[in-house]
């Protein structure tokens, strides 16, 4: 996807009045979010509020879904990646995604990095992409004696760590990550919340978590999801975390926050 | 890499700016002190001016802890450091305060030019300067005893205030200028001051014990005997005073008869 000049260079991808629908159900609703460059920016919310279903639009992933339908624009470095000259699969390369659950595949942890470069056309010094990859993901120093070993033989952690590592190889601009630590012990969850605040130094992260205190301690801002009467999820407060979790303005959002509701 | 290094720098943010905030106070005292001896005016303006800051420093570590709190959960050791720095935050401001109000004192003072400052409240202020010093040295090195210690030595500040305010009292009593009672009686108000910033130390020691060891509890427990002691030994010094002035009206009273 050819870069366009754009007039908000300060943002890295851009919500415009966003609507999805599965088939007849309103999923999500005038959605209108900014995302700022080389931030980190959680996605929250109860059950069923679309924290999800919005990410996916990030990337195109909801393509996949045959019922499901876009409305509105993300517009990324400007262009619409929804307009018809948009090819699905250079947006998925430039706008990468980590799962909920580690899913390397059953390959080396060397071929696990490697592919998405080699099926790219990657040119360069492979090994050398690996081993920055894994850096990146601070999984070098545990990883470089193994690099033949299957990536199943690696802690759920680790795993998840070598799936960063995996998408930073195909160097994308945003990581989106779709509750990437619920599926690990406290300890390896902190390992990546770190690992979070490192990669937003060079690239852009939006995060879906349902752990509200994940996003109060990594993200520089949050955007609180909810659902109407007809449960249709919509974007009820976007600020700075600092702000969203000290003096929220909705009433809503702190009653959310505070375990009132949800 | 510990698996919360920026929590832990955010820690370490609360940590250095509350130690900031303690030197600029200790600054204050002393600039404060200066401009009394010197009965310099514009120096005493220049302790107002530190005060602000000190001000403002406290809002910007209420805000840090109240970040910490808000989207960090913090938990044992961590949740007492921030609550310990917290409340030792809100005891550097009022020690600034007290530095404040001896800076105050000076105009009034002035109008006495020749007043002498009584030479314990430098005492007093050095005391209080040092104990302020050790008590966020042990709250920057974690370090109980040296808590402790510091807090042991408020006793000695009480005492020099005790000494002091009868001197003063004393100065007061034998003026035969009205007019100069008031700028006395400010020397009286600024060895209180002196006497409170230490008791404030104090406090900041407590603060690092149970930062430290999670005990909540006074270090200096016998307040009441203290207040008793301090009230008798006041009653037996005015009574002295009294007898002293009464064979003073007597002794004059003798030679004019002669």
Redesign the interface.
């Known amino acids: 996807m050819a870069d366009q000049s754009s007039s908000n260079g300060h943002y890295a991808i851009e919500a415009k009045n966003l609507n999805v629908f599965y088939g007849d159900f309103h999923a999500v609703k005038d959605v209108n979010l900014t995302v700022e460059k080389n931030k980190i920016t959680a996605l929250i919310g109860p059950s069923g509020c679309g924290k999800s279903t919005v990410l996916r639009c990030f990337n195109r992933m909801n393509d996949l879904i045959p019922v499901a339908r876009i409305q509105g624009d993300v517009l990324f470095h400007g262009k619409n990646i929804y307009d018809p000259d948009v090819d699905p699969v250079q947006v998925r390369r430039r706008i990468g995604m980590v799962f909920q659950k580690p899913n390397p595949f059953p390959k080396s942890i060397y071929d696990n990095v490697a592919w998405g470069a080699k099926i790219n056309g990657f040119k360069g010094d492979l090994d050398e992409l690996v081993r920055t990859s894994l850096e990146g993901a601070?999984l070098w120093d545990e990883v470089k004696d193994k690099l033949d070993a299957n990536g199943y033989s690696l802690s759920g952690g680790q795993q998840q760590r070598l799936c960063i590592a995996r998408a930073l190889a195909v160097r994308p601009d945003i990581i989106l990550m779709d509750e990437p630590t619920s599926a690990l012990d406290p300890?390896a969850s902190?390992?990546i919340?770190?690992l979070m605040?490192q990669l937003a130094e060079q690239y852009t992260i939006i995060v879906v978590t349902h752990n509200m205190?994940q996003a109060?301690?990594v993200s520089d801002y949050t955007a609180f999801f909810t659902v109407d009467e007809g449960r249709t999820g919509y974007l009820e407060e976007f600020a700075p975390?600092?702000e969203l979790?000290?003096t929220p303005r909705s009433r809503i959002t702190e009653d959310y926050i505070t375990g009132r509701f949800g | 890499?510990?698996?919360?290094?920026?929590?832990e720098q955010r820690l370490e943010q609360l940590r250095s700016t509350l130690i900031a905030m303690s030197e600029l106070v200790e600054q204050e005292l002393s600039v404060a002190m200066d401009a009394l001896e010197r009965k310099d005016v514009e120096l005493a303006q220049e302790v107002f001016a530190m005060d602000e800051r000190v001000n403002k420093l406290r809002y910007d570590n209420e805000r840090t802890a109240?970040?910490l709190i808000?989207?960090?959960?913090p938990m044992a050791r961590d949740a007492r450091f921030i609550l310990a720095s917290l409340f030792m935050n809100v005891i550097l401001e009022r020690m600034g305060d007290k530095a404040k109000s001896v800076a105050k004192a000076i105009p009034y003072i002035l109008q006495r030019p020749n007043l002498t400052i009584s030479p314990e409240l430098r005492q007093m202020a050095e005391m209080g300067h040092e104990m302020l010093h050790d008590a966020m040295q042990a709250y920057a090195a974690e370090d109980v005893t040296l808590a402790l210690q510091v807090a042991a030595r408020d006793d000695d500040v009480d005492q020099l205030y005790g000494e002091t305010f009868f001197s003063v009292l004393a100065r007061m009593a034998k003026t035969k200028k009205p007019d100069k009672v008031e700028a006395i009686y400010e020397l009286m108000r600024i060895a209180r001051d002196l006497e409170r910033f230490a008791d404030y130390a104090t406090d900041l020691a407590e603060r690092v014990d149970f930062m430290v060891t999670g005990q909540l509890a006074e270090v200096n427990v016998d307040e009441w005997e203290e207040v008793r002691a301090s009230a008798e030994e006041e009653r037996a010094a005015l009574a002295a005073l009294k007898a002293a002035r009464k064979a003073q009206k007597a002794e004059a009273e003798s030679t004019s008869d002669t």
């Open positions: 601070a300890i902190l390992r919340e770190e605040i205190q109060a301690r975390t600092e979790f000290t | 890499m510990s698996p919360r290094k920026s929590f109240l970040l808000s989207t960090q959960q």
